[in-house]
T-cell receptor
């Protein structure tokens, strides 16, 4: 069974700060997803990556397959970045074929 | 393209009843996955359908079931509702398999069991 651990669970920042959220998993995966959930429930997929690094605007996601670790970075944070960020891992084979396993989420609050 | 739609958005049921939730994926997407989100357990995988076939199912009792139609629309059913089934139920669609492809989430159905 794969465990997905995120840290920190809660994060408070001032506008403009650089933010890092971490995600570790215990079993080899095929892909890792970063999701964003705003109050009210809507979930948006930010990144899906299986190696290396991806960048979209102020967001950067990296993954280290050997260390089973991924990070989500937000540069020049803004109050509108306040949300829950969720890491999820997916498998392309084995008994977990087709499943996503989720971390517990990181609650980010950015103050102006 | 229209996004993923879920109906109904809110639902109130009593214990013992059954409920059916509906999900319409983005046009052209063949995979639909269902998730349950609760404050205590977070997001949990329920099941995934791809081209009308269930690929896998999460650790939920047999009261939870689903199906996918030939137009990729999907339904999930919960029978004999329990208080603990109160949750936000989310569906997501993707072009390929959900575990390795970008997923697009619907707004969710908030189910309250009294």
């Amino acid at each position: 069974k794969n465990e997905v651990e995120q840290s920190p669970q809660n994060l408070t920042a001032q506008e403009g700060e650089f933010i890092t959220i971490n995600c570790s998993y215990s079993v080899g995966i095929s892909a890792l997803h970063w999701l964003q959930q705003h109050p009210g429930g809507g979930i948006v997929s930010l990144f899906m990556l299986s190696s290396g690094k991806k960048k979209h605007g102020r967001l950067i996601a990296t993954i280290n397959i050997q260390e089973k670790h991924s990070s989500l970075h937000i540069t020049a944070s803004h109050p509108r970045d306040s949300a829950v960020y969720i890491c999820a891992v997916g498998y392309a084979g084995g008994t977990s074929y087709g499943k996503l396993t989720f971390g517990q989420g990181t609650i980010l609050t950015v103050h102006p | 393209k229209a996004g993923v739609t879920q109906t109904p958005r809110y639902l109130i049921k009593t214990r013992g009843q059954q409920v059916t939730l509906s999900c319409s994926p983005i046009s052209g997407h063949r995979s639909v996955s269902w998730y349950q989100q609760t404050p205590g357990q977070g997001l949990q995988f329920l099941f995934e359908y791809f081209s009308e076939t269930q690929r896998n199912k999460g650790n939920f009792p047999g009261r939870f079931s689903g199906r996918q139609f030939s137009n990729s629309r999907s339904e999930m059913n919960v029978s004999t509702l329990e208080l603990g089934d109160s949750a936000l139920y989310l569906c997501a669609s993707s072009l390929g398999y959900s575990s390795t492809d970008t997923q697009y989430f619907g707004p969710g159905t908030r189910l309250t069991v009294l």
